[in-house]
T-cell receptor, first 113, second 116 residues
Framework: SQTIHQWPATLVQPVGSPLSLECTVE??????LYWYRQAAGRGLQLLFY??????ISSEVPQNLSASRPQDRQFILSSKKLLLSDSGFYLC????????????FGPGTRLTVT | AQSVTQLGSHVSVSEGALVLLRCNYS??????LFWYVQYPNQGLQLLLK??????LVKGINGFEAEFKKSETSFHLTKPSAHMSDAAEYFC??????????????FGKGTLLTVNP
């Protein structure tokens, strides 16, 4: 069976500090990977998605970036955090062709102070 | 472009009562539709999906939803609410229109409260 992991589970960072959130998927190969942010009162916002190693599509211009160094690893980064980056970050995966649903990880709660 | 509207940001029912959470979608091509549930501080769990097969879809935990193309709706129902159903529910639409690569577009969510 497939499993998706995210870490850390919670993070408190000062404004201007760097960020690295990691997501890994087990039990499948060549998944499509997604990063979402859930901020209070703003619903679920797609940030980035990736169809393969090194292939990243950005949905929202911001001070965040994403990378996919390995097939089942997806990293969300920032060089300098803003207060507005606070939120609940969710990673998701989808199988390739013929599958349309996404499966979500447990999330990372980020508080920027 | 695709969009989802969930009517009612908060629904309150009594334990044992019918649960009805409303979802209407907009899509320029035949859509794929999903309901997810989220418990506090957890990720989203897939409840059920419509992917152009049977229009009445059964999911986990006794939930079901009916795809009605003429009404562009995909409402979620459960005959009898349990206390454990209290959570936030999200409706989502997906398609490959315009090369969107089956990205999910979510509604704003409906918080379900179950009263004893």
């Amino acid at each position: 069976s497939q499993t998706i992991h995210q870490w850390p589970a919670t993070l408190v960072q000062p404004v201007g500090s760097p960020l690295s959130l990691e997501c890994t998927v087990e039990g499948t190969s060549n998944p499509n990977l997604y990063w979402y942010r859930q901020a209070a009162g703003r619903g679920l916002q797609l940030l980035f998605y990736s169809v393969g190693i090194g292939q990243i599509s950005s949905e929202v211009p911001q001070n965040l970036s994403a990378s996919r160094p390995q097939d089942r690893q997806f990293i969300l980064s920032s060089k300098k955090l803003l207060l507005s980056d606070s939120g609940f970050y969710l990673c998701a995966w989808r199988r390739g062709q013929g599958s349309y649903e996404q499966y979500f990880g447990p999330g990372t709660r980020l508080t920027v102070t | 472009a695709q969009s989802v509207t969930q009517l009612g940001s908060h629904v309150s029912v009594s334990e044992g009562a019918l649960v009805l959470l409303r979802c209407n979608y907009s899509s320029s091509v035949p859509p794929y539709l999903f309901w997810y549930v989220q418990y506090p501080n957890q990720g989203l769990q897939l409840l059920l999906k419509y992917t152009s097969a049977a229009t009445l879809v059964k999911g986990i935990n006794g939930f079901e939803a009916e795809f009605k193309k003429s009404e562009t709706s995909f409402h979620l129902t459960k005959p009898s609410a349990h206390m454990s159903d209290a959570a936030e529910y999200f409706c989502a639409v997906s398609s490959n229109s315009g090369g969107s690569n089956y990205k999910l577009t979510f509604g704003k969510g409906t918080l379900l409260t179950v009263n004893p």
